[in-house]
């Protein structure tokens, strides 16, 4: 058996990888998956016995820019024929000196195409209501109150312009369009009217774009091209009330020239998953730009409300949070981890989140409203009507989004929350009494669900030492859901009508009524 094993793996086309596990090794889970194709070597492997096995190889899987491919690489595998890189971007390859040895390069722009366009919402959305400042402030041990004037804006009907209209770019169009957003777009070829009329939007030219957008999102490749493309004339032509948003490569920004327009109000915010390089080097101006102080790691840990890891992966970093790191964090603190899996001792992540219950969901869309909406609306948003005990049992993410009154009052409960799956996350956005929070306590404790993200409490703030705040599987933000320029001055006017028709003796717009 082991023998026929053995001739399988042999007749396999082999396939050179950085490695498996550990620092800078793919996933193992990820590695069985191209041992199902390929006879797998790493570079450890082909390092040790460079001249037959550089004979062996044909092709090279390139994730997170690893293994490095330069001429000495390409010069010590004779049979090679195609490397093929994990993701988009290819600016990390010399494609002209792959090409003159005779190699193809591959790339997935299919894969990645939904996770970098959610990311990109995820940004804008971020930014625009403030939800990083607003969740420090909402267990911050110094909040006493949540100050009326802390507002944000609306994305809902502001204006989107996308420079770069690939695959990525359309997929954050076809999200767009659900926050009912003028989509403004600039690409090298215009897409067909088919296209454009599907997800709503405009071609633009990008001086036209970048003068008339509320928030400017780059879906470009970096290429010669594209270095530089937002620069300080780009910078001068947006909004003062602009937000730029970079899901693209670093380099495709002018960073010097970003920091001049931030620090002079010329756009008022950027929302940034890429810089050049990565991650950026410190500065005694960086830090007044910021507002930020340098810290010894054990300090930093103690006095902080959420760590955020953005760090490389690399020997050093390996491990860099173990069970003394979060030994010494606050037992209010949230650990943020946006680089390598690596980075955190797992085993002692897991011990110190014990009263984690859930991690995170995704939702194929339910619809928890009493009644059902007409066939019309459902089928205009792709939602099923379904009774609450079947949505909450199905549902990976559970959003409330009802009025407060007696009958949802402590709508969801020690029982609601039993029939959730272990690792689905409650939402609320509603009001807070909505929840049984005694309830919600126990569940997160219990590990009967996973997490969750509450822009509302009960009462508001909760006081200092509620369980709540001690949890790290809870996001909480200060009542922020209608804290934008918009919506306040919208319910103004709206208040201002309602009162003018009972002063004038007219029907009352929105009157409301006792239970």
Known sequence: MRTAQVMAEQDLPGLLI?????????????????????????????????KEVGKKIQCIFVSEFRPTIDQELLESLPNLKVIGNSGVGVDHLNLKMISNFGVRVTNTPHAVADSTADMGMALMLASARRLVEGSQIAVSPDTNYFAADWLGVEVTRATLGIIGMGRIGYKVAQRARAFEMKILYHNRNRRSQEEEQAVGACYSEMEDLLQQSDFVMLVVNLTPQTEKLIGKKELGLMKPTATLINISRGAVIDQDALVEALQNKTIKAAALDVTYPEPLPRSQEEEQAVGACY???????????????????????????????????????????????????????VEALQNKTIKAAALDVTYPEPLPRSQEEEQAVGACYSEMEDLLQQSDFVMLVVNLAPQTEKLIGKKELGLMKPTATLINISRGAVIDQDALVEALQNKTIKAAALDVTYPEPLPRNHPLLKLNNVIITPHIGTATVQATHMMAEEAIANMLSVLNCQPIPSEVFPQ
């Open 295 to 349: 810290s010894e790691m054990e300090d930093l840990l103690q006095q902080s409300d959420f760590v955020m890891l953005v760090v490389n992966l690399a020997p050093q970093t390996e491990k860099l949070i173990g069970k003394k790191e979060l030994g010494l964090m606050k037992p209010t603190a949230t650990l943020i981890n946006i680089s390598r899996g690596a980075v955190i001792d797992q085993d002692a992540l």
């Open 18 to 50: 950085m490695g498996i596990g550990g620092t800078h090794g793919v996933q193992e889970s990820l590695a069985a998956l191209l041992k199902k194709h390929f006879s797998v070597i790493t570079m450890k492997e082909l390092l040790e016995n460079k």
